[in-house]
C-alpha cells in the first residue's frame, strides 16, 4: 500500500512536541509521500526546512487568504524567492478566497493576493494549491479568467456540479476526511461525479481529523481512512484507490 497525503501542516505548532517522531512513523504506516503546504512567510519557510530534512517530504509557499489583509508587493516577491529556494518546491500555495470568516481580510484584498500567486505560479510553471471557502464562485472566475488548467481544489466542499466544470477545466480536486463524516452527503454526491484519475486524498493535518478520530488532532498517519472511505464511495479496490491517487499525486507535483 502506498499513500500520499498531499496536504499537510506539519510545520503547526500543534505538532512542535512530537514532529519528528510522527515524521519518523509515517513510511511503517503506508504513508509514502506528504506535500507540506505552506500558509504564510514563516510558514513556508518552515515548510521548505521540513522537506529539506526529509526525502519523502515535499513543500509548497504561499499566502493564505487569512493573512490577505496585510501582505505587500514585498512578501510576493519573497514567495516567488522562497518558490525557487528549493528544489522541495513543487507547488505555490495555498492559496484562493475565504469568506467564512467576515473579519479575515477584505473581499478585494484576497481577489489581488489570490491572483499575484497565480501569476507566481505561471511564471515558474508550477501548480497551486487552492483553498475555496464559501467563495461564492469567485474561486472559480478568477480560475477561468487566469486560465488556469494546473491547479488542485483541496479540502473540496462544492456542489457535484461544479465539481463536474472544475474537472472540465483539468484541474484536481482533493478530499479531507470530512468524506467520513456523517453529514458528509454533498461531498459524497460530489465525489461520486469526479474521475478516479483527477481525485487525490489529503488529511489538512493538524485539522480536519477523519473518523474514528474526529475531533482530534490529525496527522497524515490518517490518510488511510480518507482512502477507504473514497474506495467504499468509487466501488474501488482500496489497495488500487490507494496506487491511483499516488500516482496522481506524483503526477500533478512532478515528482519522479
Ligand atoms: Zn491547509
Do not use: W
Not at 478568477?142 to 483539468?170: P, R
Not at 488529511?203 to 488511510?224: F, I
Request: proline share 2%; with cysteine.
Amino acid at each position: 500500500m502506498k499513500l500520499f497525503d498531499t496536504h499537510a501542516h506539519l510545520d503547526d505548532g500543534q505538532f512542535d512536541i512530537d514532529r519528528e517522531q510522527l515524521i519518523s512513523e509515517m513510511r511503517e504506516n503506508g504513508v509514502n509521500k506528504i506535500m507540506e503546504v505552506g500558509s504564510d512567510l514563516k510558514s513556508s519557510e518552515k515548510a521548505i526546512d521540513i522537506a529539506e530534512n526529509h526525502d519523502f517530504i515535499y513543500c509548497s509557499v504561499g499566502i493564505h487568504p487569512e493573512f490577505a489583509e496585510t501582505v505587500t508587493d514585498k512578501d510576493f516577491e519573497t514567495v516567488c524567492k522562497l518558490a525557487q529556494h528549493s528544489k522541495k518546491v513543487k507547488a505555490i500555495g495555498e492559496i484562493g478566497i475565504d469568506y467564512h470568516y467576515n473579519d479575515c481580510s477584505s473581499r478585494e484584498k484576497q481577489i489581488s493576493c489570490f491572483e499575484n500567486q497565480i501569476d507566481i505560479a505561471n511564471e515558474l510553471d508550477l501548480p497551486i494549491i487552492v483553498h475555496d471557502r464559501d467563495s461564492k464562485g469567485d474561486v472559480l472566475k478568477i480560475l477561468k479568467e487566469k486560465k488556469v488548467t494546473n491547479g488542485v481544489v483541496h479540502c473540496f466542499s462544492g456542489s457535484a456540479e461544479t465539481a463536474k466544470i472544475l474537472v472540465n477545466m483539468g484541474l484536481m480536486i482533493s478530499f479531507t476526511g470530512v468524506i467520513t463524516f456523517k453529514n458528509a452527503r454533498k461531498a459524497i454526491e460530489a465525489l461520486k461525479v469526479i474521475p478516479v484519475e483527477r481525485l487525490m486524498i489529503e488529511t489538512d493535518s493538524p485539522y480536519m481529523a477523519p473518523e474514528p478520530y474526529r475531533g482530534r488532532r490529525n496527522d497524515s498517519r490518517y490518510v488511510k481512512y480518507i482512502a477507504q472511505k473514497m474506495a467504499e464511495v468509487k466501488g474501488m479496490d482500496f489497495e488500487e484507490l490507494c496506487n491511483i491517487t499516488y500516482e496522481n499525486g506524483k503526477k500533478f507535483f512532478n515528482i519522479d
